[in-house]
């Protein structure tokens, strides 16, 4: 590495849901100095807006039209990432059941991605030292020249498991299925769909536990940052 100040690094951390994005690019992050972004809570909060104001999430051309109105901030700091819609912090009403099952809906929109992935792209420009960002399209379209792209993968009955341990009282089975369904529709949208992309690095943390994969990661960090 040349003298001076470290070039920026951007990380993309892409995967289904449970397989551990949010606590692997958080711990990431915070151990090399870097910002975060959950691009998930940006698709959860443009979610809560539109049902916030009455928009039927089943009606692609209503969520187009208005999809350029909530203005949505997400704070980069991995120990206390933080998100508002139009001011209001939403970081609690955006984990619902209920956004959670018309998250899908609202981000398969063409105009939804399209502002949401803009906000991504100056969100990133932004981060002095770089960035860590977590989704489903980071590697292969919203970041598509990222250093280091990963792809977080676990079979669907590990990833349940992690998910009805958050949400008590939910069992495993229905926990599974939503999830299960969930992938099935973000995999198959037209615009943008999950996707690993030909040039990340995909890692299947079925057997490993969290801390196994945060330095798994942190490692192919740092060799990437050595070579820059
Ligand atoms: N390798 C792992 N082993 C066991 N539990 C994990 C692992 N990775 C994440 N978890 C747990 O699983 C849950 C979901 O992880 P999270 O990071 O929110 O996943 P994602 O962002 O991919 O949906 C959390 O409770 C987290 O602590
Ligand atoms: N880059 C992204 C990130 C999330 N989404 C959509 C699709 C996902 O089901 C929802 C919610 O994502 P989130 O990461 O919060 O979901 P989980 O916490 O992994 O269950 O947002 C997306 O379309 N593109």
């Excluded at 819609?85 to 063409?110: H, M, Y």
């Excluded at 860590?132 to 990222?146: C, K, N, S, Y």
């Amino acid at each position: 590495m040349e003298n001076g100040a470290a070039q920026p690094v951007i990380v993309a951390i892409d995967g289904p849901s449970g397989t551990g994005k949010s606590s692997t690019s958080k711990a990431v992050a915070a151990q090399l100095g870097l910002s975060y972004l959950d691009t998930g809570a940006q698709y959860r909060a443009i979610t809560w807006w539109m049902v916030t104001n009455g928009i039927d999430i089943d009606d692609p051309t209503a969520i187009a039209a208005v999809a350029g109105k909530p203005d949505i901030v997400s704070g980069t700091d991995p120990a206390n990432p933080t998100i508002t819609v139009d001011g209001t912090d939403v970081a609690a009403p955006i984990r619902t059941q209920e956004i959670t099952s018309k998250v899908s809906a609202v981000s398969a929109v063409p105009e939804v991605r399209a502002r949401i992935t803009e906000l991504q792209r100056s969100v990133a420009a932004g981060a002095e030292k770089g960035i860590v960002v977590e989704g489903r399209d980071i590697g292969t379209t919203v970041l598509p020249d990222a250093d280091l792209k990963i792809f977080l993968t676990a079979s669907a009955e590990a990833r349940a498991a992690r998910r009805s341990g958050e949400l008590k009282g939910v069992d495993v089975h229905t926990t599974r299925e939503a999830l299960i369904r969930r992938d099935a529709a973000d995999s198959s949208r037209k615009t943008s769909p999950l996707a690993k992309a030909d040039d990340a690095v995909e890692v299947d943390t079925t057997e490993l536990t969290l801390a196994q994969v945060i330095e798994c990661v942190v490692t192919l960090v740092e060799e990437k940052r050595a070579a820059k």
